[in-house]
């Protein structure tokens, strides 16, 4: 999931170099709302993973 997060920022990069901002602002949301599924996600395995543990 971080690496499609950083997929779409180096598209979103890419696009505002070359002048399409509205593709640009597209992907860079989609980045930021993979990015922070992937925080909570990491988040919940973290803890559920040390309750398994112990």
């Known amino acids: ?6 997929t779409f920022f ?3 990069i ?3 170099l ?3 901002t509205g ?3 597209s992907a860079i949301e989609i ?3 993979l990015f922070f599924i992937f925080l909570i996600l990491s988040i919940v395995i973290f803890i559920f993973g040390k ?3 112990v």
């Open 23 to 25: 593709i640009a602002g």
């Open 14 to 16: 890419v696009a505002a």
């Open 31 to 33: 980045a930021k709302i």
């Open 1 to 6: 999931m971080l690496g499609w997060a950083a």
């Open 18 to 20: 070359l002048g399409f």
């Open 51 to 53: 309750r398994r543990s």
């Open 10 to 12: 180096v598209i979103a």
